[in-house]
């Protein structure tokens, strides 16, 4: 499926009113009804393009539940590279793996392995080939100057720089699967990388 335009993603985001600190926010890849606001099961932010919405406007000190399923980076245009995911907000945690209804964590499907995709590959053609590498998101999720960020199974792939990128940041990553970048550049590159000061924690 083809995302929206950036200039589409930018007027979401422009009417989309923050989250207040310290609540739960809801992201529903299969959802197609409510309010699209995130502020509970029903009316979670909507889409495979949900998760970034959430991600660039929820309040530092919140939690972000999302459903299983796949997102997928922001596509910027025919030809170009994608826009990845990006934690914009200090204390923040990503906890994934949900099927949609659940009032905590403990009711989440039992865990085999993660089932909340974050894609890179924003228009889902990734064949092997170059040309279908054109759209994908050089790093698929990036997290600087936000410590601490805390994350929980997640399968990240479809990078073609790095799959998760961390700076001055202390991250927790719970459960979760880096795989599929395809390149890698100097002193970022392969699936996850760290700099500046970032630390991380991998359960």
Known sequence: MRGL????TLALLAVTAPPAAGQIVFV???LTTGANDGSSWADAF????????ALATTSSGSEIWATEGVYRAGFAGAGSAGNGFEVRFPELTLR???VGGETSIHE?????TPTTVLSGDTLGD????PA????NAPTVLSAETVDPFAMDRIAVEGGTDVGFFAR??????????FRGSTRGAVARGGNVGLQLRAAGTFV
Do not use: E, M
């Open 126 to 129: 990734d064949d092997g080939t």
């Open 28 to 30: 529903d890849a299969d």
């Open 46 to 53: 909507q889409g495979s393009r949900g998760l970034r919405v």
């Open 96 to 98: 994934c793996g949900f």
């Open 108 to 112: 989440r499907p039992a865990f085999d």
């Open 168 to 177: 001055r940041s202390a991250v927790r990553v719970t459960r979760c699967t």
């Open 132 to 135: 279908s590498l054109c759209d």
């Open 5 to 8: 335009p950036l200039y589409a």
